[in-house]
């Protein structure tokens, strides 16, 4: 049986990666590329994007709004729209393990 390792944001906790990975699929599943996400899911997809490897890099000036890209292969991924307007993609997945690649 599989280890359990919590995901505990400020906003919502879960009691394993799986739930957190199934919570945040359904979130992007329900918007299509080029949408904002909505002001309840931005609460608690903030708090995740803080658990990004990569986060300090990515975050740059801070974040102005999130949105839905289209990855490849018709897939999509949460973006954060920053307050200098870049935009920086980023995988929930990599969020909730918080590892790399």
Do not use: W
């Amino acid at each position: 049986m599989a280890r359990r390792k919590p995901v505990v944001l400020e906003t919502i906790s879960f009691d394993n990666q799986s739930l957190a990975h199934t919570f945040f699929q359904e979130m992007l599943q329900r918007y299509v590329p080029g949408e904002l996400v909505s002001p309840e899911d931005t609460i608690h997809l903030a708090e995740l994007f803080k658990r990004h490897p990569s986060y300090p890099a990515k975050v740059g000036p801070g974040v102005n709004y999130f949105e839905v890209m289209p990855e490849k292969f018709g897939s999509q991924c949460f973006c954060a729209v920053l307050k200098d307007g870049t935009k920086e993609g980023f995988s929930y997945k990599k969020c909730v393990t918080q590892k790399g690649n």
